[in-house]
């Protein structure tokens, strides 16, 4: 070969090396491997303009909605947070018939084929499909995947349209599962018929109508009311089309029972089986949580049955979701900043609500008054107090208060800097003298670091902690409340005050 052709080739070859090495992870490949950091939003509120404050949109005073269109404009305040993948609670349209608040809840689905025309800038030229693409495509430019929500349930408004879908009562009317009274409760086949069914091809519809859009994945609403084969079926078709799509069910190892009596019930074991990338864990249950215990348990049966599976499968940090009261409410901002932390160095994929870093407790002044004006049969403003507003055309979550934001860039600082420790690291529980104290390490090789959180929020706690992987030659730093502290051989001791986290680095 001449001299010529040889540098042609090798020329050629480096270059297409480069573009294999340089190309952008997948959300599942991120999500697989704890990477992923996820902020939870309504479009229907996540950039409203409420002028005169009083939490509503009133669409007579020139006020505006979230839309797809003004909703790019949070886009780089999201990228600067830190924030590499978008949660989109359900874009779908919604039920407008017995139905709860004045706009109608997000979850009450009542067309597989459509978007919500609700979350459309009436002021563009471009169909709602269009103006949903640039949307997903700003996100992309500043490398923000998208997850979009599957909805569990339908609207009345459906059940009127096709009744075939529905569970029904032996009068005939619809089934409402468990309480949720804007929803009923869609009927899946057997085996034999599921393929065929005309709700497994709606379902089908719905996922070509988000992977035309150019979504990353999605979130399935309580996946456990669908069976196994139900999800298998749907995510090879979904991956037929694209082999990264990610599937995060919403699922938990707490729940062991269906949620209504006349739904399936698929336990979150088999919902991985099934295909799904992970799952919601019960992290939710920290509020519950009093000792170092329950942490330790939590986390290590998570890891135990991850482990199991030849794909890499992780979790959220579902301490505060859409359906659970803010943590403002629960244990104040020591509460909300614990999470923060915990979201920063377990090993998950952490998550947020939209307004949670802004310091909001979603307490809606005009909660279950009537209405000056309503979208559906509800003539009344509908919330949940405490949880981030569904129901209604409301403002944009957030406060005045820069507490939460300015610690958890402190936490993503921290998370950045020790990104492979942290995700990939070995989970090691710290044996304390204190149930309060939740006491842990992350270690690789010879890098780790040891957070240590006094659980009390109420009083000062005393405290020893014994640290594992320390030696004369380790080079240790306290990156977070070091305050005159030391560690003592391999044992950090002392007071800590009510909520305190302290970040310890050690370097072997």
Known sequence: MKLKNILIFALAFTLSSNIVFAQE??????????EAIIYSVNLRTFNANDINGNEIIDFSLGETSGSFINAIDRLDEIKSLGINTLHLL???????????????????????????????DTQSEMHIKEQAKLFINECHKRGIKVIVDLPSCGAYDLFINRPDLFV????????????????????VPDNNSLLTSDIFILHKFFI???QNLGVDGIRADVATIKPYIFWKELIKYAREKNPNFLFLAEASESWIKPASDKAYFTDYKKLLDAGFDGYYGDYFELKNWHSMTDLKNSIQQREKTLKKYSEKKS??????????????????????????????????????????????????????????????????????QGQIDIFNFSRKPGSDSNTLINEHTQAMKLRNNYKEVITKGKFIPLSSDNDNIFAYQRKLNKKSIVII????????????????????????????????????????????????????????
């Open 168 to 187: 029904t009562n032996d009068d005939g009317t619809p089934y409402i599962p468990s309480d949720w009274a804007d929803v009923r409760l869609f009927k």
């Open 208 to 210: 070509s109508l988000v």
């Open 90 to 120: 359900p874009i779908t349209p919604v039920g407008k018939i017995k139905a709860l608040g004045t706009a109608g809840s997000l979850y009450a689905l009542a067309d597989f084929t459509n978007l919500n025309q609700q979350l459309s």
């Open 25 to 34: 992870k997948s959300l599942r490949e991120m999500f697989q491997n704890n």
């Open 315 to 384: 979790t959220i940090g579902s301490f505060e979701t859409h359906d659970e009261k803010s943590p403002l409410l629960v244990g104040g901002e020591n509460y909300a900043q614990i999470i923060i932390w915990l979201n920063a160095t377990l090993p998950l994929n952490p998550y947020y609500v939209d307004g949670f870093l802004q310091g909001d407790d979603y307490i809606y002044p005009y909660s279950n008054k009537k209405a000056s004006q309503t979208f559906t049969d509800d003539e009344y403003y509908y919330v949940h």
């Open 453 to 508: 959180i006094n659980r009390n929020l109420a009083n000062s706690e005393n405290v020893k902690v014994n640290i594992k992987s320390i030696n004369k030659k380790s080079q240790i730093e306290f990156i977070k409340n070091k305050n005159n502290r030391s560690l003592i051989k391999s044992t950090f001791k002392g007071d800590m005050k009510p909520g305190e986290i302290i970040i310890i680095s050690i370097n072997n």
